[in-house]
């Protein structure tokens, strides 16, 4: 199942341009303006997927462009308590995809490589690691406002449902600087070795307040809407609030939904007095490791 949610529900009503120029909302929709090349003119929406089909294509997704890149093609995607998966879909075709893993008893996968390095930071009082996995973008979709949407959410979801405070990835050394420039994250120590991908690895890592105040001085167009940086095409904090409360009733309405006997539409549709507000479809840039 998966929990397609409509976020202008809980936009301002005539709200209908964030991040200044570049995205604009269209009914049961994000859609990208011309503006913003790959996506003109097609139904754009961020997923939250907990299993089945769309973890699927996820994974598809993630071995295509992994194997490209020299890292192997047998990666999959966890579908456990601790690792949350989002999509970004063109017309209900996945073209990006991340994994949130959150700290537990397993640890994280750059704890493969670099346990040692984050063990010091967990050591810290109120400390709450969590790490970015499984992150592939389908190259022929040149869309930073929907990158900047996807991890958006990502860190919202991370921060107000876990409390995480602390954000770790772990890329190829030659894509640090895209970490560096387009979100803040910052080098952990030297390269290491990365047995699952046979290739060296970098350790980044980023304060979870630091991007409450990246987003903060976006909004208050204190960062160059023309700089790297994808945080002046993030939504704006009030924006954010009512996305994060529309995802938690979706994905809540769906869980209950999902035990009951399906007596409805096609393939279990979910609707509400005011509309359709998300579906059951079925059953699980530069690539980050893990």
């Not at 409509?6 to 994000?30: C, D, F, H, M, V």
């Not at 090349?37 to 961020?46: D, I, L, M, S, Y």
């Not at 010091?120 to 009082?125: C, E, I, N, S, T």
């Not at 690895?201 to 409450?212: E, F, H, P, Y």
């Amino acid at each position: 199942m998966s929990y397609l949610w409509k976020i202008e529900e809980y936009l301002p009503a005539g709200r209908r341009n964030i991040g200044e120029r570049l995205i604009s909302l269209e009914t049961g929709s994000i859609k990208l303006r011309s503006a913003d090349r790959g996506c003109e003119g097609q139904n754009v929406t961020v997923r939250l997927v907990v299993t089945g089909e769309k973890i699927r294509a996820a994974c598809d997704l993630i071995n295509e462009r992994y194997a490209w890149r020299g890292y192997g093609a047998n990666h999959r995607i966890m579908m456990d308590a601790h690792h949350v998966t989002f999509t970004a879909e063109v017309d209900d075709a996945v073209v990006g995809t991340i994994t949130l893993a959150i700290d537990s008893h397993q640890g994280l996968a750059a704890d493969c490589a670099f346990q040692d390095a984050i063990d010091g930071f967990r050591a810290r009082p109120g400390s709450k690691v969590c790490e970015l996995t499984k992150f592939a973008f389908d190259p022929e979709v040149q869309s930073k406002a929907l990158m900047a949407t996807l991890f958006h959410i990502v860190f919202v979801y991370g921060q107000r449902t876990y409390g995480c405070t602390d954000l770790f990835i772990e890329v190829n050394p030659r894509h640090v600087r895209f970490y560096e420039a387009m979100l803040g994250f910052e080098r952990v120590g030297p390269p290491r070795h990365n047995d699952s991908v046979a290739a060296p690895a970098q350790l980044m890592w980023l304060k979870v307040d630091a991007i409450r105040e990246h987003i903060d001085r976006a909004a208050a167009g204190a960062i160059d809407s023309k700089a790297r940086s994808l945080y002046p095409l993030f939504f704006s904090p009030a924006d954010e609030r009512g996305i994060y409360q529309r995802l938690i009733d979706a994905t809540a309405q769906a869980e209950v939904m999902a035990t009951r006997p399906s007596a409805t539409e096609g393939e279990g549709h979910i609707t509400s007095p005011d509309s359709m507000q998300f579906r059951n479809v079925g059953v699980d840039a530069p690539a980050c490791y893990q």
